[in-house]
RNA sequence: GGUGGAGUGGCCGAGAGGCGAGGCAGCGGCCUGCAAAGCCGUAUACGCGGGUUCGAAUCCCGUCUCCACCUCCA
């Protein structure tokens, strides 16, 4: 089966055929760094990343371009004005947050991108692109001095095409300054400096100095790295409006053929609320990545399909890891039973044909993930009548889903760099108590033998009753 | 006003005309000295009202509710 994504541009499924044979080109718009990363931002990233991987799978060559919007008007309001030496520079906070959005994406295994621009790297390139849009008449210098560049979007009669919208329906913000707007509609491609803005966050160009406007950003990234026609187009469901729209306008206004797929994920909601920064009601990174284990945010984060909103409840990250769990119990036991049978656990690294379907049909994680805890299912019951050859079978599909979705519980990404002389001297002390447990267990002295039990739990030592002897587990 | 999306069992969450996805929680059973883990079984679920059809959660008409976007947003 073909692989078929959800065009936003086309609003249905269509077969994906990269343009390219075997090379893929995905840009994704990354984050504006100007406050710490929430879970939006994560759940984000995530999909994309998944997107890559799956693409990867399939034997595409993925390069995978995620900016940094290091500059903007949020930015430079919350750094140090000019004269405000004691203050922090807008480049050190831009930097301080991009660090962190680095930190939480490496927490949650979002694998890095093949390269991550700065929007002020690539000065050059937007001013390249103001002056073609410029040139064939869809850009003007604002009349009133301020050194504003705005796009003539009555000048474009597709605009509006991504998020179906006719220009006349649009309503105007209530607050929108007109400054030398020739339509209120008309977006900034260039924003002259003015008198409080720090030398440091202009650049000269033919309009005078400034800095650009955010959308025309991304259209010279993308172009830069991608070329004037890439394959796919990410980023959050807030951004259609106006920031992709703007995009797609200015780059086919300039006579690029930008993006060929346009993909957009859902925004994470926090019971039933929209969570965004105006708001306030943001569940940031940094806590909730420390509220579960890194790999059990991943898997909750990847459960529901990227397209639909996703509504964060309390208790929801409890039930993700009691599933969690169950994958990676299985992944323990069959290696635990295989190895004491002898049976050589090794096999092809292929996922079962269902789950590829479902991850062929516009990324269905649900359903991928349905296919995953079958197959565990399986597995276990295999295990449980001593099939151990097929059981063997079952556990190298898991294997395969796992690291395809980025969750196998042995990569070393998720151990967190264990004491390793610590945890020798407890297998040391536990297997000691398990021994003598064992000897009590066989005299039938169960009350000695429950004590022991008991004492292990209160340490947070679980220990489970196999044929083959007692397993033993922190915080099981 | 315009554009798009959603209402599914106690909860989460897929599916899109006919076999009740999957997970969490619950209940019953098997296994176990007892547990744990695991397995098996267990639900007359599709906002409401009509209609089409042999058959509708799925299609059509109407209706209610909720959400997002319409120049800060992932």
Redesign the pocket.
């Known amino acids: 089966m073909a692989l078929r994504l959800y065009d936003s541009l086309e ?1 249905r499924l269509r077969k994906f055929e990269p343009l390219v044979p075997g090379e893929v080109g995905m840009y994704v ?4 760094v ?1 406050s710490s990363p ?4 994560l ?3 995530l999909a994309y990343d998944l997107w890559r991987r799956w693409l990867t799978y399939r034997g595409h060559r993925v390069t995978f371009i995620r900016n940094v ?1 290091d500059i ?3 930015i430079l309001a919350f750094a140090a004005k000019p004269g405000d030496a004691a203050g922090e520079q807008w480049w050190a906070l831009a930097y301080r947050y991009e660090l962190e959005f680095t930190t939480a994406y490496t927490r949650l295994g979002v694998l890095p991108p093949t390269y991550e621009p700065r929007a002020t790297a690539s000065i050059q390139q937007m001013l390249d692109l103001i002056a073609r849009l410029i040139e064939k008449g869809h850009a003007y210098a604002a009349p009133d001095g301020s050194g504003d560049v705005y796009f003539d ?1 009555k000048s474009w009669p597709a605009y509006g095409a991504l ?4 220009l006349d ?5 209530a ?2 300054d007109p400054r030398g707007k020739r ?6 491609l260039w924003k002259g400096r003015k008198e409080d803005e720090p030398e440091s966050a202009s650049w000269p160009s033919p309009w005078g100095a400034g800095r650009p406007g ?1 959308h025309v950003e991304c259209s010279a990234m993308s172009a830069r790295y991608l070329g004037s026609a890439f394959d796919i187009h990410g ?9 992709h729209e ?1 995009e797609l306008a200015q780059s086919t206004a300039a006579g690029d053929d930008f993006a060929k797929y346009w993909v957009h ?5 926090v019971e ?8 306030g009601n ?1 569940i940031y990174a940094a806590e909730f990545l420390a509220e579960s284990e890194p790999v059990v945010v991943r898997y909750y984060l990847s ?3 990227y397209r ?4 964060y ?1 309390e ?2 990250l ?3 890891e ?2 969690y ?2 994958i990676r ?2 992944l323990e ?1 069959s290696t635990r039973e295989l190895e004491r049978a002898g049976v050589a656990a090794e096999r092809a690294d292929v996922v079962p044909q269902a789950f590829g379907e479902a991850l062929d ?2 990324l ?1 994680t ?2 991928a ?6 197959t ?6 295999l ?2 009548e001593g099939s151990l050859e097929t059981a063997a079978d079952r556990r190298a599909e898991v294997l395969a889903m796992v690291r395809v979705l980025g969750i196998d519980p042995s990569d070393p990404q998720w151990s967190g760099g264990g004491d390793t002389a610590a945890e020798g001297a407890l297998r040391v002390l536990v297997e000691r108590l398990l021994t003598e ?1 064992q000897e009590a ?1 066989a005299t ?1 002295d ?2 000695r ?2 004590l022991i ?1 008991n004492e292990l739990a209160e340490a947070g030592i ?5 044929p083959g002897g ?1 397993h033993w587990s922190i915080d ?1």
């Open positions: 609003a718009c990354g984050p504006t100007q929430h879970i939006g931002h759940r984000s990233a919007t903007d008007d949020k979007t998020t179906r919208q006719s329906d649009m309503v105007a913000a607050d929108a339509d209120p509609r008309d977006f900034a955010w980023g959050g469901l807030d951004l259609r409006f106006p920031h703007n994920n859902g925004l994470v909601t039933g609320q929209k969570m965004s920064k105006s708001l943001s459960s529901t399909h639909s909103t996703l509504d409840h208790g929801a409890r039930e993700a009691a599933a769990d169950r119990t299985f036991r049909d516009d269905s649900p359903e993930f349905a296919v995953l805890h079958e565990v299912r399986a597995g276990n019951a295990l449980d447990r267990r039938r169960f009350a033998a429950d039990r679980a220990l489970e009753d196999a007692t099981g």
